[in-house]
């Protein structure tokens, strides 16, 4: 049997088709940029971010407790210093120098799987709970789980960010217990930004450099209501290098 349709029926059914076409083909764009992402961070070899056993960075980075929000302290603005050492896959130490020479030694910051230890001068230790993954992982991965975690992946189109220059693809992944932006140069396709909408919070890249063969952002900004409350200049990274075991010991 042959069924015919009125005018406002076709109409109805070729909205529907529109719509739903373009929902696939917005799915397609957000793996497609992905795909494109991650070729040009790691040349069709995805699996070279899982080879990597230690890290070790040397940066200097500025925090404000006062642009982030949080009652002014007497330190705020303040440049430090930072040694970074990771042994994967759950030990990481941060140590905060007062000069770019790393002799003054302020603080230790100790980030295992689910514990983050703090050191302070000569105040007791504190500690704190929480996955520590974000902390540990290189974007690509970040990226992956990210991606991997979520039930949906919108493309929202070509955006503009406050703090980034350039267009952005915005990708929005929609997970069970939170929603990620992720935004993409339009040109390079390499990660720009992470939004965190439960903080207000993005996480901006920039300055990409290689170091031992691995393309890495060399500036990491924090921003919340268009301030940037804390800056990560990156000036060496070495990768698969020994480290001494002693350094993740509390003392």
């Known amino acids: 049997m042959v069924r015919y349709f009125n005018t406002g029926q076709r109409s109805l059914i070729l909205c529907i088709a529109v719509c739903f076409s373009n929902v696939i083909s917005h799915a397609q764009t957000a793996q497609e940029i992905l795909n494109r992402y991650m070729d040009t961070v790691s040349y069709g070899e995805f699996n070279k971010w899982e080879k990597i056993k230690t890290f070790y960075a040397t ?86 789980k990210i991606f991997n975690e979520g039930k949906a992946a919108n493309y929202n189109g070509i955006k503009k960010i406050l703090g980034i220059s350039s267009p952005q693809h915005e990708i929005e992944i929609i997970a069970k217990e939170h929603i990620r932006k992720l935004f993409f140069n339009t040109e ?8 965190f909408p439960e903080a207000n919070t993005y996480w901006i890249y920039s300055k990409y450099k290689y170091f031992d063969g691995y393309l890495m952002p060399t500036h990491v900004t924090s921003t919340k209501n268009g301030n940037a409350f804390s800056l990560t200049s990156y000036n060496t990274m070495v990768f698969n290098q020994p480290i001494d075991m002693n350094k993740f010991k509390i003392e």
């Not at 799987?113 to 105040?123: H, P, W």
């Not at 390079?188 to 939004?195: D, R, S, V």
Request: net charge negative; hydrophobic share 40%.
């Open 188 to 195: 390079t396709f390499l990660l720009e930004a992470i939004y």
């Open 59 to 144: 940066s200097s980075n500025y925090f404000s407790a006062e642009e982030m929000g949080l009652a002014p302290t007497l330190d705020k603005d303040k440049v430090c210093y930072t040694k970074t050492y990771k042994v994967w896959p759950y030990k990481m130490k941060e140590e905060l120098y007062k000069d770019s020479l790393y002799v003054n030694l302020t603080s230790e910051f100790y980030y295992f799987k689910n514990t983050r230890i703090i050191m302070l001068a000569n105040i007791p230790p504190m500690e704190v709970k929480g996955d520590n993954w974000l902390w540990f992982d290189f974007l690509p991965i970040i990226v992956e």
